[in-house]
T-cell receptor, first 115, second 112 residues
Framework: AQTVTQSQPEMSVQEAETVTLSCTYD???????LFWYKQPPSRQMILVIR??????QNATENRFSVNFQKAAKSFSLKISDSQLGDTAMYFC????????????FGTGTSLTVIP | EADIYQTPRYLVIGTGKKITLECSQT?????MYWYQQDPGMELHLIHY???????EKGDLSSESTVSRIRTEHFPLTLESARPSHTSQYLC???????????FGSGTRLTVV
């Protein structure tokens, strides 16, 4: 079975500080892609960052970076210099391209950036 | 700017009514998906399609139905709405799964 676990239902961070959201996953497949999605309140879900499982180098997108530990099946998201616009629900997910391209999502972490 | 559109954005409807949630994308993506999302909770796949005339049920049992007559259009229909159908419904599409999904803004449905 494919599972994604986000153990932090809610988190908060002071503006301009750094926060890390945790995610672990489980799959027996070797070919997969990992994602973090952001869903602001009442707004569209958007892609934050993407990581290919076969790449050891951690992906970065401006203030967003991941810590990908393949052996531990861990995929945490670090947000540096947090901004008020980062307040959102964050979902960790992975996809198995060899088995239908369906996403497996975690239950989400609600992040609040405090001014 | 979103290339996948969902209408209506909000809908309040009475029990027993038939409703269709619209989803259209302009990216030419073959793969389209419907997810159900309760507030603050994970997404559950209810339907997906890999192309015209292809539809499959997802992991979460749903009383809704879908159709895919055109590549760009993937509507979801509830023949008889019930309060248990109250939820947010997200539509998504992808060209290649490895690139991730593009999501619509969602339809928040309330059945009274």
């Amino acid at each position: 079975a494919q599972t994604v676990t986000q153990s932090q239902p809610e988190m908060s961070v002071q503006e301009a500080e750094t926060v890390t959201l945790s995610c672990t996953y489980d799959t027996s497949e070797s070919n997969y892609y990992l994602f973090w999605y952001k869903q602001p309140p009442s707004r569209q879900m958007i892609l934050v960052i993407r990581q290919e499982a076969y790449k050891q180098q951690n992906a970065t997108e401006n203030r967003f970076s991941v810590n990908f530990q393949k052996a531990a099946k861990s995929f945490s998201l670090k947000i540096s210099d947090s901004q008020l616009g980062d307040t959102a629900m964050y979902f960790c997910a992975f996809i198995l391209p060899n088995t239908g391209n369906q996403f497996y999502f975690g239950t989400g972490t609600s992040l609040t950036v405090i001014p | 700017e979103a290339d996948i559109y969902q209408t209506p954005r909000y809908l309040v409807i009475g029990t027993g009514k038939k409703i269709t949630l619209e989803c259209s994308q302009t990216m030419g993506h073959d793969k389209m998906y419907w997810y159900q999302q309760d507030p603050g909770m994970e997404l559950h796949l209810i339907h997906y399609s890999y192309g015209v005339n292809s539809t499959e049920k997802g992991d979460l049992s749903s009383e809704s139905t879908v159709s895919r007559i055109r590549t760009e259009h993937f509507p979801l229909t509830l023949e008889s709405a019930r309060p248990s159908h109250t939820s947010q419904y997200l539509c998504a599409s992808s060209e290649r799964g490895q690139r991730g999904y593009t999501f619509g803004s969602g339809t928040r449905l309330t059945v009274v």
